[in-house]
């Protein structure tokens, strides 16, 4: 079966825009979490939607948001990026929460 | 604070040399712990979930086992081609969805 799909697998931006990161989970997953990837603070959770609602939250600024859609795709947005935003943006899906699959993640660079 | 620790942070084996990687945990109530192997570039793929103290789970040349405190991932007999970045994470039962990671262990295996 499919996995998930993340899209685009790689992004450049510049200090100040705004980006947006889609993610396709496995069909029939309704949980869909975001992490984001740096060498300095490794694998650390941005936030879980289930059902179309936020379930959980990690420590990160407003900047960044997100949202699922009916058919439990989910969208992460970025607004005013800073150089340190920089990193490997991973999506992971889970039937419940437990045994989450990974997607190959976008890489995001600002300049 | 919740806390997740993996040591080493980087470990080059002869092929054929067997060893453990440790994954300390410091959690209030440890709903699962979660073992995922990560190659450069991708995301991490899923490898064993463990749920209480004493279990154990193998695949192929991994035996994942877990107390109380910590788990251990044993390496038997490795080739090259386990060569990646291992990584733990733990769920607890407060957060639901929020998975906590290591910083993971680079392993290296020498043919």
């Known amino acids: 079966k499919a996995g998930v799909t993340q899209t685009p697998r790689y992004l450049i931006k510049t200090r100040g825009q705004q980006v947006t990161l889609s993610c396709s989970p496995i069909?029939?997953?309704?949980?869909v979490s975001w992490y984001q990837q740096t060498p300095g603070q490794g694998l650390q959770f941005l936030f879980e939607y289930f059902s179309e609602t936020q379930r959980n939250k990690g420590n990160f600024p407003g900047r960044f948001s997100g949202r699922q859609f009916s058919n439990s795709r989910s969208e992460m947005n970025v607004s005013t990026l800073e150089l340190g935003d920089s990193a490997l943006y991973l999506c992971a899906s889970s039937p419940e929460s437990d045994g989450y699959t990974f997607g190959s993640g976008t890489r995001l660079t600002v300049v | 604070e919740d806390q997740v620790t993996q040591s080493p942070e980087a470990l080059r084996l002869q092929e054929g040399e067997s060893s453990s990687l440790n994954c300390s945990y410091t959690v209030s109530g440890l709903r699962g712990l979660f073992w995922y192997r990560q190659d450069p570039g991708k995301g991490p793929e899923f490898l064993f979930t463990?749920?209480?103290a004493g279990e154990e789970k193998e695949k192929e040349r991994l035996k994942a086992t877990l107390t109380k405190k910590e788990s251990f991932l044993h390496i038997t007999a490795p080739k090259p081609e386990d060569s990646a970045t291992y990584l733990c994470?733990?769920?607890?039962?407060?957060?639901?969805?929020?998975?906590?990671f290591g910083s993971g262990t680079r392993l290296s295996i020498r043919p």
């Open positions: 069909s029939g997953h309704r949980s």
């Open positions: 994470a733990v769920i607890e039962y407060s957060s639901a969805s929020k998975i906590i």
């Open positions: 463990l749920y209480s």
